[in-house]
């Protein structure tokens, strides 16, 4: 047992470094996945043909094709048309792309949950449909969608392990490089399994506290 936790305490740094760069990697996702999200939630839902069928595409591939398919699209396939990013930038385009295909459902559905009462009163007031979507159906629609995209944002961090695939120093890769070296797989990957769960088991945590207090204020 000593041996073991020797051997851990050995490999934290470089997991360390690893968890770093997954957990920046996570955050620029779920921040430019969620603001395109966000506009995908509303582009869907427009009488414009042309844009509602754009948006329509991107969610459908997005949410249809493995993320690790849109990381390998990005990384190994644009290229051949003349487009190259370094394999973070890659990581954090297909991943973004990923977390917009679907936060933008979770937020439509937020959208769809306001009463349609609420609609017809501000209708009755006057208000105009651009009024009554920032100050009526945005606030509460995203208000309901706010647990979902908290778990979405948890996969989202442990997504990043498909960044392994295209060579993104990430927790993962970082495991694999050590568990090669000595080829002692099984402790190597045990740890980074709880390298993970330290960062996934609170935030499961915080997102069933936000649901009760946000369950609690609507009942």
Request: glycine share 10%; aromatic share 10%; charged share 10%.
């Amino acid at each position: 047992m000593m041996q073991l936790l020797a051997d851990w305490a050995s490999y934290l740094p470089s997991m360390l470094d690893g968890l770093r760069i997954s957990l920046v990697l996570a955050l620029i996702s779920i921040v430019v996945g969620y603001a395109l999200g966000i506009v995908l939630a509303f582009g869907v839902s427009v009488r414009a043909t042309v844009v509602r069928v754009a948006c329509l595409v991107i969610v459908e591939i997005g949410r249809g094709a493995p993320a690790l398919v849109i990381l390998y699209l990005v990384y190994f396939g644009l290229p051949k048309v003349g487009i190259t990013f370094d394999s973070f930038t890659a990581a954090c385009i297909g991943l973004s792309w990923n977390a917009a295909a679907y936060s933008s459902e979770i937020i439509r559905a937020g959208v769809q949950s306001v009463p349609r009462g609420q609609l017809e009163a501000a209708d009755a007031l006057g208000l105009t449909r651009g009024w009554t979507l920032a100050r009526v159906v945005a606030p509460q629609g995203l208000r309901s969608a706010i647990p979902g995209l908290m778990g979405l944002a948890i996969q989202m961090f442990q997504g990043t392990s498909l960044a392994y695939g295209i060579a993104v120093p990430e927790l993962m890769k970082q495991a694999y490089q050590l568990g090669s070296q000595n080829f002692q797989y099984l402790q190597v990957f045990v740890l980074a399994g709880l390298v993970y769960a330290v960062v996934s088991v609170p935030a499961t945590w915080i997102t069933v506290f936000f649901e009760k207090r946000l369950g609690a204020h609507r009942a």
